[in-house]
């Protein structure tokens, strides 16, 4: 659907050029045969016959070149919807009608140049309007194009090239060196570094391994790669991307919703306007043929092209640079609205902090044990558990280069650990709370610090020692934070987590306050209390369960792993967990708002001062706007706000 829409609009922009290059042939000979061009020449060409030659020439240039124009106000008019195309139709068909009267005997001079050129200019600035208007989807396209178009498909030992869109669940496809990645799946064989930056923003590739989830159209690195598809192609997080990016295109937000209403009163004012200075000129002793000048040249500047464009091309363009740069943008109010926040709500740790445990110290109580032992011993046991601790301790154990013993007879305590044999000794991983249950007292250093989190090991039943945990904080967090208090904006946690977690983090980072220890269904309940006080607040969360909070936040921000997409809530999607999108997100809104603000009023301004003059209000002091100036004046207008929107830039 999008390539034959995007094909429709090419041929339009190709129609426009032919009707342009033949006009301009034909005016030629127009400009060389008008009485008036030849007076300002000093030539004089006359033949029998030239005057209908002349009106003839006019009428190829009126229903050939004026056709896109005639048939738009006809669909205008159809439509009940008074636009552009009727004030130029409307324009063009008095000028004509009228001097092919001349021609037939109405006394008054044909104005038969300033149709041609008007057609000409009209043409070639709609011509290059649907250029730049092409431009700004241009972004999307490029989107469309990461799509690789086939797939090699792995049939026991041999492959086979498919088209991509056949894929289906459980496929397996191989990813050469250097190739894009064919379909959202996990690989089951190879290792490589993946560029992913057009997808996410992300610059740096990062490390894939078997069983780690790869996306569509990321660029392979060096190692070839066996896929297991996990959804057909059009559900991938690709065509969800490129559709988001539609919808929003298409979403409309208050601000384009008001420069609809402006075009329609503009519409209406010009063909009030156009007759009121026809009626103005023509009562007041001119002959009609000026009249009518007067009228067309009103009506033409009037054209609310500039204003009608001032805000799709820079809403086009936003929205596909955003999704170039890891910013979905479900709905565009949100992100217009975004200027406004006065307060950014952090859901979870997770998105200020990495989200796993890192193992920050090892005490070792027992005289005959090292670190090194102890983790051992420790890791030996985890390597049964899913635990993120376990998974913190495993890590530690690896970069340490250690072996770890097998562990035999594994079982859970519930809740406050693990414990298995391993080398004939008894080991068991616990939590404080167990060792307090059991009576255990401890030796000094294995009280728990704040936003940490403890294990003990005992050996044989005895304490042998503690790891300790903890969650560190992302490097881009603190960064951000300062950047959104120089944007005036105060930075509130709001986690399930302890409070002694909470005040770490928020501490660390210099955050405006916390809640903590805070249930999901409670999350909607601290957002409307802040928006009591007056506070416009965004809230970022992951989306899944945070869906009331996101909706009652003035600005939902989803904030994940690519995967999750269809984050309803949101407005916003953030593909990267990274604090510092949400920066980018903030100061690109302001950015957007301010140049939809420039071309609105450019664009307004832009007919406030033309207008009179077209009309006439200056003609006592000579200066007079002919049809076809204001027909120049308007396509500039309308190319100044069309480079005006393609300036737009994420910085």
């Known amino acids: ?102 021609v037939f005997g109405l006394k008054g001079m044909d104005f038969f140049w300033e149709l041609a050129t008007l057609i000409l200019i009209m043409l070639s600035g709609h011509w290059i309007e649907m250029r730049s208007v092409a431009g700004a989807s241009k972004e999307l396209e490029l989107l469309v194009q990461l799509m690789p178009d086939s797939a090699h498909l792995v049939h026991g030992d041999h492959v086979t090239d498919v088209k991509t869109a056949s894929l289906k669940e459980h496929d397996i496809v191989l990813i050469r060196p250097g190739e894009k990645i064919t379909a959202d799946g996990k690989i089951i064989e190879g290792e490589s ?166 193992v920050s110290a090892i005490g070792v109580w027992k005289k005959e044990m090292d670190e090194n032992g ?21 890590e530690k154990a690896k970069a340490s280069g250690l072996l770890l013993p097998k562990a035999d007879g594994f079982k859970a305590l519930t809740g406050q650990g693990v414990e298995a044999a391993v080398e004939g000794r008894n080991i068991r991983v616990v939590s404080p709370g167990y060792l307090k249950a059991h009576g255990k007292t401890l030796p000094p250093g294995g009280d728990e610090m704040a936003g940490e989190t403890k294990v003990f090991v005992l050996v044989d039943d005895q304490p042998a020692g503690y790891i300790t945990l903890s969650d560190r904080v992302r490097p881009e967090s603190s960064e951000a934070i300062r950047s959104l208090h120089e944007a005036g904006i105060k930075c509130i946690l709001l986690t399930g987590d302890n409070s002694q977690v909470a005040e770490k983090v928020s501490k660390e980072l210099g955050m405006d306050g916390y809640f903590a220890e805070v249930l999901p269904h409670e999350k909607q309940d601290k957002i409307k209390a802040l928006q009591k006080k007056g506070e416009f607040v965004a809230m970022t969360g992951d989306g899944i369960n945070d869906a009331p909070a996101l909706a009652q936040a003035d600005i939902g921000i ?54 009179p003059l077209a009309a006439g209000v200056l003609y006592k002091a000579g200066i007079l706007l002919s049809p076809a100036a204001g027909a120049v004046l308007m396509s500039a207008s309308t190319v100044v706000v069309a480079i005006n929107a393609g300036l737009l830039k994420v910085k």
């Open 193 to 358: 570094y993946l560029n992913e930056s057009l997808l996410t923003g992300e610059s740096r590739p990062s490390e894939k391994k078997k069983g780690d989830k790869v996306i569509a159209g990321a660029i392979n690195g060096n190692g070839a790669l066996r896929v297991e598809v996990s959804h057909s192609a059009k559900d991938s997080y690709l065509s969800q991307v490129i559709k988001l990016v539609e919808d929003a295109q298409k979403s409309r937000s208050r601000t384009q919703l008001l420069a609809d209403r402006a075009a329609r009163w503009l519409t209406l004012m010009a063909i009030c306007a156009g007759i009121a200075t026809f009626l103005a000129w023509y009562l007041s002793g001119r002959d009609l043929a000026f009249s009518i000048e007067r009228m067309v040249t009103v009506i033409v500047i009037c054209c609310p092209h500039a204003l009608g464009l001032a805000v799709p091309l820079v809403v086009a363009r936003s929205t596909a640079l955003s999704a170039k740069n890891g910013l979905l943008i479900r709905n565009r109010t949100a992100f217009e609205n975004a200027r406004k926040i006065t307060t950014l709500v952090f859901d979870k740790t997770g998105t200020l902090t990495i989200g796993k445990f890192e």
């Open 1 to 102: 659907m999008e390539h034959q829409h995007h094909d429709h609009h090419a041929m339009m922009i190709a129609d426009l050029r032919n009707r342009f290059w033949v006009v301009l042939v034909l005016t030629l000979p127009v400009l060389l045969l008008s009485p008036m061009i030849q007076h300002w020449l000093k030539l004089s060409i006359h033949f029998a016959g030239d005057a209908y030659a002349l009106a003839g020439l006019s009428s190829v240039i009126f229903f050939y070149g004026g056709w896109p124009f005639l048939t738009g106000w006809w669909d205008e008019m159809k439509a009940r919807d008074p636009g552009m195309m009727t004030l130029i139709g409307f324009a063009i068909t008095v000028a004509y009608v009228y001097s092919v009267t001349t």
């Open 374 to 394: 102890l983790l051992r011993l420790t890791a030996a046991l985890e390597q049964n558990s899913e635990h993120p601790i376990a998974t913190g301790i495993l």
């Open 558 to 611: 989803a904030v994940g792993s690519g995967s999750d997409i269809a984050a309803e809530t949101a407005g916003i999607v953030l593909v990267n967990s990274n604090p510092s999108d949400i920066v980018k997100l903030i100061l690109f809104g302001k950015v957007t708002y301010r140049k939809m603000i420039q071309n609105l009023v450019w664009a307004t301004g832009y007919n406030v001062v033309a207008l």
